[in-house]
T-cell receptor, first 112, second 114 residues
Framework: GESVGLHLPTLSVQEGDNSIINCAYSNSASDYFIWYKQESGKGPQFIIDIRSNMDKRQGQRVTVLLNKTVKHLSLQIAATQPGDSAVYFCAEHKNYGQNFVFGPGTRLSVLP | DSGVTQTPKHLITATGQRVTLRCSPRSGDLSVYWYQQSLDQGLQFLIQYYNGEERAKGNILERFSAQQFPDLHSELNLSSLELGDSALYFC?????????????FGNGTRLTVT
């Protein structure tokens, strides 16, 4: 399928290493954050979410960290696998009733 | 599989034409969102509906309109199409409209305007 964001920042990691994908969000009043994974030809797929009253949340092989002081969100993927190769987006929810705003995305490339 | 269904998967049409994109949300989800994704602009929010009512509007062009029907499916209508409207159009659904539950996306409709 057509590639998304041909000029996206790219993170290349060796298979088996840990990956850290970063996202700066814009609004200090944002109260809910989500990480999505988008593979070629598919829609964004929910990975993990975190609310603003937390600073860390863990899932299966993934951890999201939230630093509200500097408005920074990160996604850590443990033991990165070839199937993790995709574009990763962070999304923030700004206010009640408002929409989710997506970051520009980061392309993760897993090297054999 | 997210449970969100979008049809058609691909659409090729000419400038000036009008098309309708269809979305069926996940079972139980009341809120539907439409996003546009182009190569150089990422995911851009167009419009949101909750239980049949418009809830929020993004940078949606006047040539574009949408609605959500009583059975909760939604349609996005794009008219007077221009070359720049070529993009992926995604529908997403969530349980509520409060923005405290994740959006679940369909696999999109790829629109090509020639």
């Amino acid at each position: 399928g057509e590639s998304v964001g041909l000029h996206l920042p790219t993170l290349s990691v060796q298979e088996g290493d840990n990956s850290i994908i970063n996202c700066a969000y814009s609004n200090s009043a944002s109260d809910y954050f989500i990480w999505y994974k988008q593979e070629s030809g598919k829609g964004p797929q929910f990975i993990i979410d975190i609310r603003s009253n937390m600073d860390k949340r863990q899932g299966q092989r993934v951890t999201v960290l939230l630093n509200k002081t500097v408005k920074h969100l990160s996604l850590q993927i443990a033991a990165t696998q070839p199937g993790d190769s995709a574009v990763y987006f962070c999304a923030e929810h700004k206010n009640y009733g408002q929409n989710f705003v997506f970051g520009p995305g980061t392309r993760l490339s897993v090297l054999p | 599989d997210s449970g969100v269904t979008q049809t058609p998967k691909h659409l090729i049409t000419a400038t000036g034409q009008r098309v309708t994109l269809r979305c069926s949300p996940r079972s139980g989800d009341l809120s539907v969102y439409w996003y546009q994704q182009s190569l150089d602009q990422g995911l851009q929010f167009l419009i949101q509906y909750y239980n049949g009512e418009e809830r929020a509007k993004g940078n949606i062009l006047e040539r574009f309109s949408a609605q959500q029907f009583p059975d909760l499916h939604s349609e996005l209508n794009l008219s007077s199409l221009e070359l720049g409207d070529s993009a992926l159009y995604f529908c997403a659904s969530s349980v509520w409209d409060r923005g405290d539950s994740p959006l679940h996306f369909g696999n999109g409709t790829r629109l090509t305007v020639t």
